[in-house]
């Protein structure tokens, strides 16, 4: 990856994924205070405990290696470089949209995201999956949780350093990186966090974070593979991938 003045030049060979390089990560990993706990949650426990009241984090619940070997940036490439994908700004009320091929978008926009860029000039592929995804999406273990009167939808993404979600809130459900690590920002659904829609998550750490760092309300995690989290409903959160990042969330409706 080369950088000129203000923008990235990827060759159509390195843009087929390695680990993110030092110098290409434009945020860092924070701290945790959002409950950690592992696949012995039982359904139960998850109902009781998190389902309706707070955000959690479990580790191991569910072993998504195949999944995880299929989603290998090359291998995506290799296997969906040519299909067409929708991708979204990357704002809070997102309805801009851009189809583009997938090894266009991986080739073009997976740079490390400038601080100066804002969400809604931000695009971002995650979501609008058309069926040419279905077969792989089906190899995903879902969380092993269930929510009555609920079910689930598979959104799959894949994203550059410092780029994510602003702060939104919608209905729960659970969401993975499969590659990279995903740094999550939470507000409970009565606080309303300060921020700009048109702005990035990487803005609202640089700029605000600092002030908002010790809210009692806020609630933040950074995680890996393996790592599940839940987001109950209505709850805010933003997103910032700290890595070039694959990611699936499970989206629970009524
Ligand atoms: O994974 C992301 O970056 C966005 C996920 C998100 O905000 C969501 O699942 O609602």
């Known amino acids: 990856m080369i950088r000129t003045g203000q923008s990235w030049r990827v060759g159509a060979r390195t843009a087929t994924l390695r680990i993110t390089r030092a110098e290409d990560r434009v945020a860092q990993p924070g701290p945790c205070n959002i409950v950690v706990t592992d696949g012995?949650?039982?359904?139960?426990?998850?109902l009781t405990r998190y389902a309706y009241k707070e955000p959690v984090v479990i580790r191991?619940?569910?072993d998504n290696q195949v999944f995880r070997s299929l989603t290998r940036q090359?291998?995506?490439?290799?296997?969906?470089?040519?299909?067409?994908i929708r991708l979204s700004s990357a704002n809070?009320?997102?309805?801009?949209?851009?189809d583009i091929s997938f090894q266009d978008y991986c080739s073009s926009h997976l740079h490390p995201q400038l601080p100066s860029t804002l969400g809604n000039e931000t695009?971002?592929?995650?979501?609008?999956?058309?069926?040419?995804w279905d077969d792989l999406l089906e190899l995903y273990k879902q969380p092993p949780y269930l929510l009555p009167q609920h079910t689930a939808a598979l959104s799959f993404?894949?994203?550059?350093?410092?780029?994510?979600?602003p702060f939104h809130f919608h209905g729960p459900g659970f969401a993975e990186t499969m590659w990279g690590r995903k740094r999550w920002f939470m507000y409970p659904p009565e606080v309303s966090p300060n921020f700009n829609p048109n702005g990035?998550?990487?803005?609202?750490?640089?700029?605000d974070y600092p002030v908002h760092k010790d809210d009692p309300a806020l609630l933040e995690c950074t995680l890996g593979p393996g790592e599940i989290i839940y987001f109950p409903d209505k709850w805010w959160h933003a997103t910032l991938n700290i890595d070039s990042s694959v990611f699936i969330s499970t989206f629970l409706s009524p």
């Open 40 to 46: 012995s949650l039982s359904q139960e426990q998850f």
């Open 60 to 62: 191991g619940a569910t």
């Open 74 to 84: 090359s291998a995506l490439v290799e296997g969906y470089g040519h299909t067409t």
């Open 92 to 98: 809070s009320y997102s309805y801009a949209k851009k």
């Open 123 to 132: 695009f971002y592929f995650f979501g609008d999956n058309n069926e040419e």
């Open 157 to 165: 993404g894949l994203a550059g350093p410092g780029t994510g979600v």
């Open 200 to 207: 990035t998550t990487l803005q609202w750490l640089l700029n």
